[in-house]
């Protein structure tokens, strides 16, 4: 309605709301499961001239919001949201509107995201306790936090991830088109650069969302082989002895080099990666857990009333992340449990989220469309995630993707009776004709429903 440029300048006129509810009122007749918003602070617009703004989203008031959520509510459908983790007092407030003794009927809330963080090992057990708070008879809500199925593995290639637009300094990286080197390294190599970066790094406090310690941080594809599969906390300690004079510590003429090349004396531990980015930029490749690295803990919240399987920020994040099988993994947790818990992990990733986003699909009934997976039991109790993943060229996107690979699990899969995926390859069926259908919310979902019974 206001346009990008408007939109994060300055408040919507009267008008203009009107226009916005109108739209999203018209939206909600049509299908549409109900409305995303996204509070993450560090999620910044890509395009010139306007890199150094949120998105939009973030600029509403909460009068704002809340004029469109009662459309929202008044349909029946659901309120999708990310939060604010620079100000968890805000985001808690916000929440409050799914309660329908608050305002009069319950708002269906799907959040992002209930994790057990590797750098604050207490802060899963809020998830619970919020939504559990926000569910109560108290407050009558409609309240859910997704959670992801596998530990929260994110690669970064130099500079290139989504955890550096947390930084100043970084954006200006992350704003440049990824194939330009030349770009990233005249911005990196100036001291200004420098400086703020390594002070971000030592600053960044209660508002990062990862954990910092540099042997949580692993070197997976590097130019000088010595460090590919080690921490960056051993190759710092070990440039540390380099710089005391212990020279016979590098293992090689390369790794001896590489050393050679470091600001002596190297200073805070933010300076070596700072060092390392303007040395290699994508060619050094690493990784780290942001979350979900105890099993035990992962499972409550996977299995939790309160919660529901199926977040995914993989198509986002081309080579960044990868957790394309994150339900399969949500099976293979149950699995380990017992026969009755895939039965109900079955339910919580195919009923229980379809009745809520009150679309006709998650059901195996008489009558229903049969959209079918298969799945080898046995081959899901040995599959291993991390060993599945793999770097791929995509046509469509014209670049590399980290996809995870589960062959041999899946056996079967079929759109509408059609078999698509034989276990080996695709069908000639898929892509040459329609098999599937638009999922809408609302009166289509529920007079599918009564034809259904009828």
Not at 209 to 226: G, I, K, Q, S, W
């Amino acid at each position: 309605v206001m346009g990008t440029a408007a939109a994060v300048a300055r408040e919507p006129t009267g008008a203009e709301l009107e226009r916005m509810r109108a739209l999203l009122d018209a939206a909600m007749q049509q299908g549409y499961a109900g409305m995303s918003t996204d509070a993450i602070p560090f999620h910044y617009l890509a395009n010139a001239p306007h890199t150094d703004k949120r998105v939009p989203t973030q600029y509403a008031s909460m009068g704002e919001l809340r004029g469109l959520l009662k459309v929202v509510r008044e349909h029946d459908r659901v309120w999708q949201c990310t939060p604010d983790a620079a100000d968890r007092v805000a985001t808690f407030l916000r929440f409050f509107l799914t309660s329908g003794r608050l305002f009069g009927r319950p708002l269906k809330t799907s959040a992002l995201t209930a994790v057990d963080l590797t750098h604050e090992r207490r802060t899963w057990k809020l998830f619970p306790m919020i939504a559990g708070l926000l569910n109560s008879k108290l407050l009558d809500g409609r309240f859910h936090f997704q959670v992801l199925a596998t530990p929260f593995r994110m690669y970064a290639e130099g500079m290139i991830c989504p955890i550096f637009e947390e930084f100043a300094s970084s954006r200006q990286l992350m704003a440049c088109d990824i194939e330009d080197a030349d770009a990233r390294r005249a911005i990196m190599a100036t001291d200004a650069f420098g400086e703020l970066f390594v002070r971000e790094w030592h600053d960044a406090g209660a508002v990062s969302t990862f954990n910092r310690d540099l042997d949580a941080l692993h070197v997976e594809r590097c130019p000088v082989a010595e460090w590919q599969g080690e921490t960056f906390g051993a190759i710092y300690r070990r440039l540390r002895q380099y710089q005391a004079g212990d020279v016979a510590v590098a293992r090689s003429p390369a790794e001896a080099a590489a050393l050679a090349s470091f600001p002596n004396p190297i200073g805070r531990e933010g300076a070596l990666l700072l060092h390392l980015a303007r040395r290699y930029d994508r060619d050094l490749r690493w990784w780290f857990t942001v979350a979900n690295d105890r099993p035990e803990v992962l499972e409550q919240l996977l299995f939790h009333p309160h919660m529901l399987p199926g977040f995914n920020d993989s198509g986002a994040h081309l080579i960044n992340l990868a957790f394309f099988d994150g339900n399969l993994l949500t099976l293979q947790v149950a699995q380990r449990r017992s026969l009755d818990q895939v039965a109900r992990a079955v339910q919580r990733l195919t009923r229980e989220p379809a009745e809520f986003f009150g679309v006709d699909a998650g059901r195996l009934d008489v009558g229903a469309q049969a959209d079918i997976v298969l799945i080898d039991p046995d081959a899901l109790r040995t599959y291993d995630t991390d060993a599945n993943r793999r770097m791929v060229y995509r046509d469509i996107f014209e670049h590399q993707q980290l996809v995870n690979r589960s062959d041999g699990v899946v056996t079967g899969v079929f759109i509408a009776g059609e078999q698509v995926w034989d276990g080996r390859e695709f069908t000639a069926a898929l892509g040459t004709r329609p098999l599937g259908r638009p999922l809408t919310a609302g009166p289509a979902a529920a007079a599918a429903e009564a034809a259904r019974v009828a």
